[in-house]
DNA sequence: GGCTCAAGTGTTATGAGATAACATCACGTG
DNA sequence: CACGTGATGTTATCTCATAACACTTGAGCC
C-alpha cells in the first residue's frame, strides 16, 4: 500500500466479510436505479474496498485476475467509469487514482482529505463544496461537478513521522 | 483555444504590452526571491500568458519554438514545476492543465472554476480553502497543500448555448 | 421460443501525460 | 580562475487513458 516515507503504517482495508456486505449493498442500489452490477464491475468493486485507500488504475488492472493474469485496461477502466457514475466510487485527480465511496448515498460531490504519507484517504463530504459553489454563483457560474482534494498528513502520520 | 461545444467563444489571452509587463513583474519576483527567471522559464510563462486559459503541456511543448519547432518534454515540464513552486502558474489537475497565475501574490493556495465549455479558467483564491482546512483539523490532518476545482459553464456560455 | 436491439465485454492498438537518468553548460563564490 | 550548485539538453522510458471494432449477453416484445 503507500509508502512515501520510512515509518510503518497500518493496514487499512475492510475484512472479508465487510466487504461481502458492502458489494451486496453496491448491487441493491444498483438494482434500484435500473443498473446492472456485472462481473467486472463487481470485481473493481471488490479490489477499491479490499484497499481501503486510493488505488492507481494499473494497479487494479495487475491485481484483477484471481490467477494473478492482468486485466485489460479497458476492462479495469470502463468499470471505473461506471462506479464514478453511479456513486460508488471516486477519482482522486490530485494522485490520478481511485477509491471506494464511503458514503451510502447515490451519485454526489465528495470531498477528500490525502494522506501523502500513508495513502490513507478520508471522504468528507460536503462542507466546502458549498463555499466553492458560492463563489461559482458570485462569478456567475453554474457548477456541474467538483475536485475538493486537500493533500497532508493523517492523525497517525504525524505522531509516527 | 477550447471548443467542446457549438457555439463560437471570444478570444482570452492578453495583449502583447501586458504580457511584456507580466513578464517583467514575474522576473521582478523572481530577483526578489533568490529565483532566477531563465529564458525557458520565461517562455513558458509567456505561453500560458497569452493563451489565457488552462493549455495542456503538450500545446506549451508544441508551441514553445519560435520557429514552430516543438520543445523536448522535460523543458517544458522543468518550466512549469518552477512556475508552480514559485506561484506564478497552478496546474488544474481535474483537466491536467497548466494557467498563469493572476494574482499578484508568491506561492499560495488556489481555487479554480473551470468552464468546460470554452475552456474560461477563473482563479477564486481563498473562499473554500478554509473550510476545506477546517474538514481537515476536525479529522486530525495537517493540510499541505490542496486541489479545488469546480466544473460548470460561465456567464458567457450560460447565454450562448 | 425466437427476434431484436441496446448495453456490456474482449481485444488490439495507440494516444496523451509525465519523469528517470546522465551529460553538459552557466553562473555566483571563494 | 577553480569550484560547486543549479539549470539545461537529450535520450529513453514509464504511467495513465481511450479509440475502434468484433462479439456476447440479456430484457422486452411478438
Same mark, same amino acid.
Given at each position: 500500500?503507500?509508502?512515501?516515507?520510512?515509518?510503518?503504517?497500518?493496514?487499512?482495508?475492510?475484512?472479508?466479510?465487510?466487504?461481502?456486505?458492502?458489494?451486496?449493498?453496491?448491487?441493491?442500489?444498483?438494482?434500484?436505479?435500473?443498473?446492472?452490477? +456485472?462481473?467486472?464491475?463487481?470485481?473493481?468493486?471488490? @479490489?477499491?474496498?479490499?484497499?481501503?485507500?486510493?488505488? &492507481?488504475?494499473?494497479?487494479?488492472?495487475?491485481?484483477?485476475? @484471481?490467477?494473478?493474469?492482468?486485466? &485489460?485496461?479497458?476492462?479495469?477502466? $470502463?468499470? @471505473?467509469?461506471? @462506479?464514478?457514475? +453511479?456513486?460508488?466510487?471516486?477519482? *482522486?485527480?490530485? *494522485?490520478?487514482?481511485?477509491?471506494?465511496?464511503?458514503?451510502?448515498?447515490?451519485?454526489?460531490?465528495?470531498?477528500?482529505? *490525502?494522506?501523502?504519507?500513508?495513502?490513507?484517504?478520508?471522504?468528507?463530504?460536503?462542507?466546502?463544496?458549498?463555499?466553492?459553489?458560492?463563489?461559482? +454563483?458570485?462569478?456567475?457560474?453554474?457548477?456541474? $461537478? +467538483?475536485? *475538493?482534494?486537500?493533500?497532508?498528513?493523517?492523525?497517525?502520520?504525524?505522531?509516527?513521522?
Amino acid at each position: 500500500m503507500g509508502s512515501h516515507c520510512d515509518h510503518a503504517h497500518d493496514e487499512t482495508g475492510l475484512d472479508a466479510g465487510e466487504i461481502g456486505r458492502a458489494l451486496a449493498a453496491a448491487e441493491a442500489r444498483c438494482v434500484q436505479q435500473g443498473e446492472r452490477m +456485472t462481473a467486472p464491475r463487481r470485481r473493481v468493486l471488490e @479490489l477499491l474496498l479490499q484497499a481501503g485507500e486510493a488505488v &492507481k488504475a494499473y494497479d487494479l488492472i495487475a491485481r484483477y485476475g @484471481l490467477d494473478g493474469v492482468a486485466a &485489460k485496461p479497458p476492462t479495469v477502466y $470502463r468499470a @471505473l467509469e461506471f @462506479l464514478e457514475k +453511479t456513486g460508488l466510487a471516486h477519482r *482522486i485527480a490530485s *494522485i490520478s487514482a481511485y477509491v471506494a465511496c464511503s458514503v451510502g448515498d447515490r451519485a454526489h460531490a465528495a470531498a477528500f482529505l *490525502i494522506c501523502d504519507c500513508c495513502g490513507a484517504t478520508e471522504e468528507v463530504t460536503p462542507p466546502e463544496g458549498e463555499a466553492l459553489q458560492q463563489a461559482a +454563483t458570485a462569478a456567475g457560474y453554474a457548477l456541474e $461537478r +467538483t475536485t *475538493i482534494e486537500g493533500h497532508g498528513r493523517c492523525p497517525a502520520c504525524r505522531v509516527a513521522a
